[in-house]
């Protein structure tokens, strides 16, 4: 699969049952996912998940919290500790790996979520609203964060937001779904190069796609209507 | 505030206290069968100390109190879990649980003895019986109270439902698991101490209500003195063992900074 940045820009305020769709926690109502040439039956240990919230276990540190998957998918400690310390250094979090989830802050939670996702290795990265709990600039940060990692890593990622300027900043498609029945009503391709600034932001071209994604959502008569 | 100088006010604060039930039962006369004078408590406090009299029964009381702790709360919390865990188990036991729930434990002491005897064993039942409900109720509190969110990132790993009891729900439920412990531990000591009252050979209660008969009031008072540190120490090891066991509890660390 090619490396890509999806933004999947949700009209809908059932995004977190789409996101539930892809990673199998919910059902397909219609149609089929596939990944690597398999159909998602059921939850699967190649997709990395970001929620909204960081959804870190406070009894366990931040090392431990980034080895979840590893226990959980019993693929042994010792092979990976050093790739969790990697990551770690990669979102910015070195010399935290002792702390506990209480002893960071938002963005620094958020990123620790983004590690524990990566570390084993997943073809697809599901980002769920990831940064809608963040304030504005720590976002506008995480957003050249994730830039920065993605670059690194080169994974897929289906990301859903309701900010449009993220998505764009972001993504190399925006796909954009309307409200029940959730379908895609346009795909945009932004092809800006990469690395690129929070600057764009303030370009023609970027203002063009914001300005024709919002299009739709002012035709609805207003947001999540 | 100044830590030296509260202490030191808690102690005078102490001092008055006592001088003034002193003085007050010296000048009204009050009879020692009715209110004995703190200095009356504390000869019969170091008579029985002493003897080794107090000691020999303290022991009783412990050793009763602790295993029932331990037997109580081993019970509640397997049984919690049961419930907490298996929709089939709730449905066919809570009934009962919540039915012997409702009815004071304590009105079983009389019971406990004819079918466990005068020996520590009826004492350990009682104290088990009165312990076993706090660890009951909030295992299964704890462990319905995982996080959705946390549930489904176990799911979205393919985490097995065993899986998500060890590394989640378990570890979740401690704070509540402790609680527990916490009022179990007391109700323990109430339990062994009733047991001892309906009928027993040694222990501490037993020694209250052989002092009630002959009147000794001030004898009575140096065991509640007893009791009272006893269970205070016990409270102690249960919240020194919590501190250690949810270092990573915020509602911990604001008890550990206040």
């Not at chain 1, 226990?71 to 990976?80: A, E, M, N, P, T």
């Not at chain 1, 990622?157 to 009503?185: C, N, Q, W, Y």
């Not at chain 2, 066919?92 to 406990?112: E, G, R």
Request: net charge positive; charged share 20%; proline share 5%.
């Amino acid at each position: 699969m090619s490396s890509s940045v999806i933004a999947v820009n949700a009209l809908t305020k059932r995004y977190a049952a789409r996101t539930g769709t892809v990673s199998a926690l919910l059902p397909a109502t219609a149609g089929e996912a596939r990944l690597r040439g398999t159909a998602i039956a059921g939850p699967r240990k190649d997709i990395g998940v970001v929620f909204q919230a960081p959804v870190l276990f406070p009894w366990r540190s931040v090392l431990d919290n980034v080895l979840l998957p590893i226990d959980v998918q019993g693929l042994g400690r010792d092979g990976h500790r050093q790739d969790a310390m990697d990551l770690l250094n990669l979102v910015g979090l070195q010399g935290f790996e002792g702390r506990y989830p209480w002893e960071l802050s938002g963005g620094m939670q958020q990123r620790v979520a983004i590690t524990r996702a990566l570390v084993h290795d997943p073809a697809l990265l599901l980002m769920d609203e990831p940064f809608g709990a963040l304030d504005a600039m720590t976002r506008e940060l995480m957003n050249v964060e994730l830039q920065r990692i993605w670059m690194e890593k080169k994974k897929t990622v289906l990301f859903i937001t309701h900010s449009i300027p993220e998505a764009v900043f972001l993504a190399d498609r925006v796909l954009v779904m309307t409200p029940r029945p959730g379908k895609i009503l346009e795909d945009v391709r932004v092809k800006s190069a990469r690395p690129r600034s929070l600057d764009i932001m303030n370009t023609p071209e970027f203002g063009e796609h914001v300005r024709r994604i919002r299009a739709h959502f002012n035709v609805k008569g207003g947001i999540d209507a | 505030m100044n830590r030296a100088r509260n202490v030191g006010l808690s102690v005078i604060l102490f001092i008055a206290l006592v001088s003034v039930w002193e003085a007050g039962v010296r000048v009204l006369q009050v009879p020692q069968f009715i209110l004995p004078a703190p200095s009356k408590v504390a000869e019969a406090l170091w008579r029985g100390l002493v003897s080794g009299v107090y000691i020999e029964h303290l022991y009783y009381t412990l050793v009763s109190t602790v295993l029932g702790f331990l037997l109580g709360s081993a019970l509640g919390f397997g049984l919690g879990t049961g419930v907490a865990m298996s929709r089939r188990f709730e449905f066919f036991l809570y009934p009962y649980i919540v039915m012997f729930q409702s009815l004071p434990k304590i009105a079983l002491a009389p019971l406990i003895v004819i079918w466990f005897g005068l020996g520590l064993s009826s004492k350990i039942v009682n104290a088990a019986l009165v312990a076993f409900f706090p660890l009951l109720v909030n295992t299964i509190a704890g462990l319905k109270s995982a996080d959705e969110e946390r549930v489904n990132l176990m799911r979205s790993l393919a985490a097995s439902e065993k899986q998500i009891f060890w590394m989640l729900r378990l570890p979740n439920a401690l704070p509540f698991v402790m609680a527990g412990l916490d009022v179990a531990m007391i109700f323990a000591l109430i339990g062994a101490i009733v047991g001892e009252f309906v009928g027993a050979k040694h222990g501490l209660g037993m020694l209250i209500q052989s002092m009630n008969f002959t009147m000794d009031v001030s004898g009575q008072f140096s065991v509640l003195l007893i009791l009272s540190v006893v269970g205070l120490i016990l409270n102690r090891c249960i919240s020194l063992i919590r501190k250690r066991v949810l270092f990573w509890d915020p509602s911990e660390k604001e008890k550990v900074e206040a």
